[in-house]
């Protein structure tokens, strides 16, 4: 008996294919066998070189993609998968950290004239230690959650503007509803002013304007930049699905703003949300002192990536002495409010906005409300989710009845059993709206608010940037916002969770594996 008639014996028909035992019992060519042998190499390669420095949900993900579909697999791990395309923005967040803590290094862990309890400490702590962002006071001006009014709000804010202007929004589009900021941007060059935008490339680029966008800019005098642009013609390369989600808006270092909302129409311009109503609902927060410079901070280091122009960096002590220098309606008193600016991002390995929500959830004694338009958590936050609401804490998530994007909707949805079983209730934004705000409070004592999903992606793909609050009227603004949003919700009962479709019940499993493909 031949070897390959050995091999056709002892292999069941219905294991044919992939394995060995198939090939051996073909009769196949010389380039055949190679690419057999290179498949399966490829299949042996994979199984040490996937789980590198990958949590093993994601490591398993792509391991399958790879083992039913190698070609596609490995096409799409190398464009998507690999953590080693983005080396240089790695080291240039990590010198901007080390510049950062040098700056702060004399900054006091907690600011002069303000006591708070251990645990909100230690989160404070935990993120200089991740991000080498000190906390500082700073004063809250307005949560601004109606649209079009926080449109206004930001231009009102670049009128004021004396010296620079630094704007950084992922989907940036000049149209009727936004022209009032950028024709206010247009205003503050005539007056001198320094303006610079940034916006992502492959956030904007499918909205209507984006070809003449960067036109437009340039003739009304702004300095811009694309952010991680996609450029293969000038030898740079880079993932296409890292992007960068935050926004800022930055006027003269004294007045910054924050939160979840992109500089286009609330319809995202697209004629089907139009007909249909479907709207965008954000939040932008108002601050000023000290802490904005903070959000300058993280501008500055976003502009040196994308143009090599250095901007000045101040300490929370130094921007305190300069603000009252210039004059400012800024008072530095104990009744400001301690905050603390989190950037997160591939150029931190370390994902400090996971980490700041799992220790938020843990913190909370009496009540949780989360908020956020995709909640696709990574396990160590939906364990401390779940945990929260076993321990007898009110645990609350907000999120839209009807996610803007099929598959996260069917992922995120993929959870909600198991929350359900939890405790947890879960209240949807009715559709039309889609519910983008993305903010979370624990208890009356801490909260944090800005870019950042609850999903793997913005853990380990999007740059981001939160802002955390220890108490405060702000704490109390986003409490009235959430009463808001729980007028306007229908609160999903577990009776009418289990009573969905099985076809859905199996789209949700599929798009809950493919969420891990991180």
Not at 298 to 303: N, P
Not at 332 to 345: F, K, L, Y
Not at 399 to 406: F, G, M, P, R, T
Request: charged residues 20%; contains cysteine.
């Amino acid at each position: 008996m031949s070897w390959s008639e050995f091999w056709s014996f002892i292999t069941p028909e219905w294991l044919a294919f992939p394995l060995v035992g198939h090939y051996l019992s073909a009769d196949l060519t010389w380039w055949q066998w190679g690419v057999i042998a290179f498949d399966m190499l490829l299949r042996i390669v994979a199984l040490g070189y996937v789980p590198s420095q990958r949590k093993p949900t994601s490591a398993m993900a792509w391991l399958l993609a790879i083992f039913l579909i190698p070609m596609v697999g490995i096409v799409l791990f190398l464009l998507m998968g690999s953590p080693y395309i983005n080396r240089r923005r790695h080291r240039i967040q990590n010198q901007a950290n080390e510049l950062i803590r040098t700056v702060s290094q004399d900054e006091p862990a907690i600011p002069e004239g303000h006591t708070l309890n251990d645990e909100v400490a230690s989160m404070i702590m935990l993120n200089r230690r991740l991000t080498a962002m000190p906390a500082a006071t700073g004063d809250f001006v307005a949560l601004h959650s109606d649209y079009q009014e926080s449109l206004r709000k930001m231009a009102e804010a670049v009128d004021t503007a004396e010296n620079y202007v630094n704007v950084q929004i992922y989907i940036t589009a000049w149209d009727d509803s936004t022209d009032v900021f950028f024709s206010a941007l247009e205003r503050a060059v005539a007056r001198g002013v320094k303006v610079r935008l940034m916006f992502d490339q492959v956030g904007s680029w499918k909205y209507p304007g984006y070809r003449t966008l960067g036109k437009r800019l340039t003739d009304i005098g702004v300095d811009w930049k694309l952010m991680l642009p996609l450029q293969p013609l000038k030898w740079r390369f880079r993932r296409p699905d890292l992007r960068n989600h935050r926004k800022i808006l930055v006027v003269d270092g004294r007045i910054g703003f924050m939160g979840s909302q992109n500089m286009i129409d609330s319809s995202y311009l697209k004629s089907a949300n139009q007909r249909k109503g479907r709207h965008w609902v954000d939040i932008m927060v108002q601050v000023s002192g000290p802490i904005v410079l903070s959000l300058d901070a993280v501008f500055a280091v976003d502009w040196f990536t994308e143009s090599k122009e250095e901007l000045a960096l101040l300490s929370p002590t130094q921007a305190a002495d300069w603000l009252a220098s210039e004059d400012t309606p800024w008072d530095d008193t104990p009744g400001a409010e301690v905050m603390q600016v989190i950037p997160s991002g591939p150029g931190y390995t370390t994902e400090p906005n996971l980490r700041l929500f799992v220790s938020l959830a843990h913190h909370a004694k009496e009540r949780l409300v989360i908020v956020s338009p995709y909640f696709v958590p990574e396990e160590a936050l939906m364990d401390a989710v779940t945990t929260a609401s076993y321990r007898g804490v009110e645990v609350e998530l907000y999120v839209s009845e009807k996610a803007d994007q099929a598959l996260v909707d069917f992922a995120q949805s993929s959870y909600y059993s198991e929350l359900q079983r939890a405790g947890v209730r879960i209240f949807q934004y009715p559709y039309p709206a889609v519910l983008h705000t993305k903010f979370m409070i624990a208890d009356d004592e801490v909260a944090v608010m800005g870019s950042s999903n609850m999903d793997i992606r913005s853990f380990e793909l999007n740059y981001e940037v939160t802002l955390m609050v220890e108490k405060g009227d702000v704490i109390s603004a986003l409490h009235d916002l959430a009463a808001d949003y729980r007028a306007e919700c229908t609160e999903l009962t577990t009776d009418q969770w289990n009573s969905r479709p099985m076809w859905r019940r199996y789209l949700e499993n599929v798009a809950r594996l493919t969420s891990a493909l991180q």
